[in-house]
């Protein structure tokens, strides 16, 4: 059901989970200091216990209560990029559920660029929120995905479609230097730039043994349809839909979406059009080959997420 800020507060707060939009994708908000409502989440969701969730704050006074020692330069990150798709990971207070952390000693937190979410959780405190999608499926980019994965169960507050589309970059501060767990629209390259902070480079699948963000071993992304990089040899099929970033390939047809260079915009849609896909039926999406993350600041995160619809 469709519910104002102030309901979806009241629900939250007597122990219940209500949907709500960020810039990047929907989230299922929970209390975060009610490890009862936080199981729920899981359980909802179909999500492994052992990977934790992101703690959503409306300001940085309610980070005391969730974080121990931060780093000197976590200012001018938080300057620069809060609120914002950047989801910071420090050592967590003894407060903070096991439930919500995965039994790990650290948190991650997130101060979302939404002025919904921001006015929930102004006040509700702060909310765990894992994209809100079925566990495994593409994250949520508007309310009709919600309904999609839950029917008419979810509560949520609408904020349409999502400005991002692609979910939050995760950084670990536990380290002498910040490291990127997960990549997202917020770069190691502009922290470099905005805040003069050296980053590690990013977790790649090599780590899938000992993993520093659980998430990371588990399937995402996957719509029905078999998701794959479209290549010079493929001719329009009735069953495939293109998705096409560059002028290089001419055929044109229904089921040919074009993005022409606007990488924002293959971000924005991506999700939209997995599900799309497997709504109309389509077997196949066959996706051109992105060009070098150079090029684009979302070229990274576009290209895990495709990487991950494609192999698992
Ligand atoms: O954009 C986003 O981040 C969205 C919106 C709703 O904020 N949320 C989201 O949450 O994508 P979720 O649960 O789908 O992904 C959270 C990621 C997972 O890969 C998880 O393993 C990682 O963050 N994570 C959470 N807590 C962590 C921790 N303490 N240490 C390392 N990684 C952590
Ligand atoms: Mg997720």
Redesign the pocket.
Known sequence: MKLTVRKAAEAIKKGGIVAFP?E????LGADAFNPEAVRKTFALKGRPSD????V?ISGLHQLDKLVKTKPNYFNKLTKSFWPG?L?I?LEKQPSVPDVV?GG?S???V?M?DHPLALDLIEQTGPLT????NKSGRP?PTSPEHLIHDYGDKIDYVDGGPCRIGL??T?V?LTDDQPII??D?AITGKMIMKQCGIEVAESITQSSLDAP?????KYTHYKPDAIVRWHSNSDKPSPNTVWLIHSNDIAEEGDQIIRFDGDFDRMARQLYDEFRRADLLGYNEIAIEPLPSPDHHPLISALENRISKAIHQ
Do not use: F
């Open positions: 960020t990047t994708v929907y989230g990977n934790p969730l992101i959503h798709p989801t990971v952390t790990l650290t948190v991650a997130r979302p929120a894992p994209s809100a994250s979910e939050s995760v670990d767990l997960r997202g520093k963000s659980p998430g990371i």
